[in-house]
């Protein structure tokens, strides 16, 4: 599993590829283009951070909620008079087991409910506001013609040098940066 996997882990390109964005950005852009990219990608931060919580926080809820049924179903299971014998029809009788100690409730089962709802909630939370951030921040960028133009404009240059460091890496028998 890689460090991508989870949007609250997507921070960076690497160190190349990151340098080489710096001067793009340096280069190609206006100041109050580079602001608007700079509050655009806390305004992504920002909804992945809250949707993250948001989802762990529903996991947990989630979590607490199933555990709470499973032990009421538990006890209304245990409270009632189970038979404890079958007879058939030829008049042959057979125990039943007493089955109330796999139903029951125990920690292990509790660990993994709040584990995997957890989880559940915090990829779902994260992925969710990572999304929501992105289309805001992209509707804030490109309000403006102009600036949306040279951003775009920086990104295609990155781009391309970006691909030409990873081809001369593949002609040099090395393991290219991916973008």
């Known amino acids: 599993m890689s460090t991508d996997s989870l949007a609250a882990f997507r921070k960076s390109l690497g160190p190349d590829l990151n340098a080489l964005a710096e001067q793009h950005l340096k280069h190609d852009?206006?100041?109050?283009?580079?602001?608007?990219?700079?509050?655009?990608?806390?305004?992504?931060?920002?909804?992945?951070?809250?949707?993250?919580?948001?989802?762990?926080?529903l996991g947990v809820f989630l979590a607490f909620r199933l555990r709470r049924s499973r032990t009421a179903m538990f006890n209304a299971f245990k409270a009632k008079e189970k038979p404890t014998a079958v007879r058939y029809a030829d008049g042959r009788e057979e125990a039943t087991p007493d089955v109330t100690r796999f139903v029951q409730p125990s920690a292990v089962g509790d660990i993994a409910t709040y584990t995997l709802l957890g989880a559940g909630g915090l990829f779902f939370g994260g992925e969710t506001g990572l999304l929501t951030g992105s289309f805001r921040a992209r509707s804030s960028i490109w309000q403006d013609k102009e600036s949306r133009e040279r951003i775009l404009g920086a990104f295609r240059a990155f781009q391309a040098d970006a691909l030409r460091q990873q081809a001369d890496a593949i002609d040099r028998g090395e393991r290219p940066a991916t973008l």
């Open 29 to 57: 852009l206006r100041q109050s283009d580079r602001d608007a990219l700079k509050s655009a990608a806390s305004t992504v931060s920002t909804h992945a951070t809250v949707g993250s919580l948001l989802g762990l926080g």
